[in-house]
């Protein structure tokens, strides 16, 4: 069997049916070997960083694994941005990337390159990914590629890469023959269990939270990367608890669940913020606690409570916050033993703690500014957006202003799914992921992009045309790079260097795609987002904001959660608050 034929086959057992890659000659047999089969289909995008996001986003919907390939050199460095998304946020995807003849190689020779695109992507991946390995003997295909999919999907998810040179694709094998890395020492020393969980951890953690007054669950992307969302809608209905997420965890609870309040933060919503700085017990699931939400002061972060954290990676336990209770586990297992130990578990009565955090929410609504007349407030439209957007399965966001904007007061519901990019934070991410949820699901999807964002994958485009995705994409024109030229006005006294430059026509650039395209330039033209929504197919809104559009709140440096921009009077906030304010001379403004 032709080892090109044997990668593919490998795949297709492993429940891939898409592809996602730009050709070159490096990858040519792995891509014919796709052609001569109706079970597995390649999709072209046109940049090699759309084809990683894509898979990316493959992988996160349907929980198990995502694909993509590129050729030597080039195509293999245009993956990194990517396969460093994977990482970061525990996405398990394959990369494939070809690589020259092994005897066109340099191995340990002097020299900067031998064959024409050679490039060492094993030893550049390394740091971004689990494993990384050139397979060089065709006796090793069967082990590696066992290898590298075990590890992508065990513990902590995350991206893998294989290189595979142009004559070990083209090489024979005989399958029966072949090594198993099922069979290996490795492989049993990487099996062990899903971490140290207890019967006396158990009992620990559900007597604290029979004492608890105002508990609350944290609730992070380790999460959906642990498919434990089922878990923990059980377990948040057994114990009644109130449940914030963090940006990665949007989307593990409808937005219209009694208990839901809200996303915490940097540029969380300010209720949502001050429910966690009130909270007397946290419980923190799947969250590595960055500093985009502890904020620049995590000393002060949860405070007052009693924090228990979570987590299949030991290395995120007390790392940047010290917690009163570290658990080293999968999601999965604590969630069931939790939930099965809740049999005799006595509801602490949270009646006052409901009525305080259905308070905060009235008090304290998310809204960049009041409009005047009719004027575009972003919040308010992505609220609007939402109520009208029951169709879409999945909604993925690019990074920047609309990115919280939408991450702030885009409402979920039922199990409408949010992609955003995490850890690296890439713009240019939604549109490929838009890809690839599409054609994971097969259901309609939302893109909600900035004007800049968009340009960095806009070749994508041609893909959504070409395939025919329903995919419908919104763009927040406010004609300038928003985040970092809000935080030019914050720190650099306004000189906004790089940021602020003119946009072409998108509207003549989509159209020249054959897209329906629409623009609405005050709320007064919402028959163009009705025409938007109700196009068969894909389609572009064009939404143009003014260019001093302002995220609020923010949480600016050195201030705890609680103590967003603009900022409350010191008053107002003593009074609504349960625990004692950070003392005033710790905090520099």
């Not at 904007?405 to 991410?429: D, E, I, K, V």
């Not at 306004?494 to 509207?507: A, D, E, K, L």
Request: charged share 20%; glycine share 8%.
């Amino acid at each position: 069997m032709k080892i090109s034929d044997y990668v593919i086959d490998y795949l297709k057992q492993q429940g891939v049916s898409h592809v996602f890659e730009f050709i070159g000659g490096a990858i040519v047999h792995l891509l014919d070997s796709v052609s001569v089969r109706e079970d597995i289909e390649c999709v072209s995008v046109r940049h090699e960083q759309a084809g990683a996001f894509a898979a990316e986003a493959y992988a996160r919907m349907n929980g198990k694994l995502g694909v993509a390939m590129a050729t030597s050199g080039p195509g293999a460095l245009n993956l990194l941005t990517g396969i460093g998304s994977c990482y970061f946020d525990s996405v398990p995807c394959l990369f494939i990337t070809g690589q020259v003849n092994t005897y066109e190689y340099k191995f340990d020779r002097p020299v900067r390159q031998i064959g024409f695109q050679e490039t060492d992507i094993v030893s550049v991946a390394q740091p971004l990914t689990k494993y990384a390995v050139m397979v060089t003997k065709p006796d090793q295909i069967r082990y590696e590629l066992e290898k590298a999919v075990a590890l992508a999907q065990s513990g902590r998810p995350g991206p893998v890469l294989l290189d595979l040179p142009m004559n070990l694709q083209r090489a024979e094998v005989e399958p029966d023959t072949l090594a198993s890395f099922y069979d290996s020492v490795e492989y049993q020393e990487l099996v062990q269990d899903d971490g140290d969980l207890d019967e006396a951890v158990v009992a620990d953690i559900l007597k604290r939270l029979e004492v608890a007054k105002r508990p609350l669950i944290l609730a992070g992307g380790g999460v959906r990367a642990g498919n434990s969302e089922a878990s923990l809608s059980r377990f948040i209905e057994l114990t009644g608890i109130p449940v914030v997420t963090s940006l990665m965890g949007l989307d593990v609870i409808p937005h219209d669940h009694r208990l839901y309040t809200g996303l915490i933060g940097s540029y969380g919503n300010r209720y949502s913020n001050l429910i966690l700085a009130n909270c007397d017990l946290l419980l923190i699931l799947g969250s590595r606690l960055d500093t985009r939400q502890t904020g620049t002061r995590p000393d002060t972060f949860g405070r007052g409570a009693d924090l228990i954290h979570v987590d299949i990676d030991t290395n995120e336990l007390n790392s940047k916050v010290s917690v009163s209770l570290a658990v080293h586990s999968s999601l999965n297992v604590f969630l069931e033993r939790m939930n099965e130990a809740l049999t005799i578990f006595s509801k602490p009565d949270t009646t006052a703690w409901l009525d305080y955090i259905t308070l905060l929410k009235k008090q304290y609504p998310t809204y960049s500014f009041t409009p005047q007349a009719d004027e575009i407030e972003p919040n308010r439209f992505m609220e609007l957006l939402s109520s009208r957007s029951e169709t879409f399965h999945t909604v993925c966001l690019d990074v920047g202003q609309h990115q919280m904007w939408a991450s702030q007061s885009f409402r979920l519901t039922g199990h409408q799914r949010l992609l955003n990019s995490g850890g690296m934070g890439a713009m240019g991410f939604a549109l490929p992921a838009a890809i690839g949820a599409c054609l994971a699901t097969g259901q309609e999807t939302l893109v909600i992009a900035g004007d800049g964002g968009f340009q960095l994958n806009i070749q994508e485009l041609d893909t959504v045309v070409r395939l025919n995705l329903p995919i419908k994409i919104v763009v927040m024109n406010n004609s300038s790079l928003g985040m970092v030229r809000q935080f030019q006005d914050l720190y650099f006294a306004g000189r906004q260097q790089s940021t602020v430059n003119p946009n072409p026509s998108f509207i003549d650039i989509v159209r020249a795609y054959k897209l329906p395209a629409y623009t609405m330039n005050t709320m007064a033209d919402m028959h163009q987002l009705n025409q938007f929504l109700s196009v068969d197919g894909p389609a572009f809104l064009e939404v143009k904001l003014d260019k001093d559009t302002n995220v609020y709140p923010k949480l600016v440096v050195n201030r705890p959660i609680e103590d967003m921009y603009p900022y409350l009077d010191r008053e107002e906030l003593k009074k609504i608050m349960q625990i004692d304010l950070v003392d005033e001379t710790d905090i520099s403004t």
